[in-house]
């Protein structure tokens, strides 16, 4: 199956800082229906495999800002591979320095495939205590991703062994890949501006992001970021604005004097909020944007004459 990268982008409680997050997913030895097309399935790339990711970035008016680097690596986990390279009696015991076994297997004249899922299960019936998980999307070659299932550098350079008995023969790699960053990556509109190098666009000079609807394309690379992996566009309705002022229009109705037109005014802010996220969820983008930007403005205006 084709290699099908995801993200989702979502704005914080400040109206100045996203999140973004590589929600691609990835195989499950244990259930492989519920991922068919992402990371480690078949042939597809492994999430450590990814070494560099970019954006193009395009404004609710049609600017566009492309290649900006954000310094997003969606993994943080150690990992490392183990490979039955052949046998068919004896034992295969994987440890790690500091850990011990972190799974074995006997085998009794059986086959790679049937001794590599084995293997896989008796390390995953482990995870609870020594926080390794393994998957083996192709049993029958005898080749074991395994990975850590907590984020950080602590297992970076770790040794891993293998232990042998009988015909069986195999290998194992370093341990690496670990990093101290979060599952997901919060980033400023100034910080895209200066990773991109760009100019201000739409007028948008920040802290906060514009409401409206944005385009973020996410490029992922390998090779050190010589090779170009897959890619993914995603839409977001950005309204972060326009809910807050109306919060605080609400919250201070007190301090304005107007009679029945304020409540008329913040009654149709309210609906414009409403009615911007129904057309953007119909995929009626520029009626979005054009609706979203009439909430601010009757907002911004909810006082005025009072």
């Not at 370093?174 to 509109?189: I, N, P, R, V, W």
């Amino acid at each position: 199956m084709a290699f099908n990268p995801n993200i989702s982008i979502s704005m914080t409680d400040c109206c100045n800082t996203i999140s973004i997050c590589d929600t691609t997913c990835y195989y499950d030895s244990c259930n492989t229906t519920t991922c068919t097309d992402g990371y480690g399935v078949g042939a597809n790339i492994d999430k450590w495999v990814v070494d560099k990711t970019k954006f193009n970035i395009t404004f609710p008016n049609g600017s566009l800002i492309t290649s900006v680097d954000l310094g997003y690596i969606p993994n943080n986990r150690t990992w490392f591979n183990a490979q039955i390279t052949g046998g068919f009696s004896g034992s295969f015991s994987i440890s790690v320095t500091g850990l011990g076994s972190i799974g074995s297997v006997n085998v009794f004249n059986t086959s790679i495939s049937t001794t590599t899922t084995d293997l896989v299960r008796n390390i995953n019936a482990g995870t609870a205590t020594h926080k390794f998980k393994a998957y083996s999307s192709d049993p029958s070659i005898g080749l074991i991703k395994i990975f850590r299932t907590e984020k950080g550098v602590s297992y970076n350079g770790v040794l891993a062994t293998v232990t042998l008995a009988g015909t069986m023969t195999g290998t194992v790699t370093a341990l690496s890949g670990g990093t101290e960053k979060e599952d997901c990556h919060t980033t400023t509109l100034a910080k895209i501006y200066e990773a991109s190098g760009s100019p201000v666009l739409n007028n948008n000079v920040g802290p906060n992001f514009f409401d409206g609807v944005w385009t973020f394309e996410y490029v992922l690379y390998k090779d050190s970021g010589n090779t170009e992996i897959g890619r993914v566009s995603r839409k977001i309705l950005f309204n972060c604005n326009a809910v807050n002022c109306l919060k605080q229009t609400l919250l201070n109705q007190d301090d304005c004097s107007c009679s029945k037109e304020l409540d008329e005014r913040i009654l149709k802010t309210r609906l414009r909020i409403e009615q911007a996220t129904y057309q953007f969820k119909e995929g009626l983008y520029s009626c979005a944007n054009e609706t979203i930007l009439k909430a601010n403005s009757l907002c911004s205006d909810v006082c005025l004459d009072c």
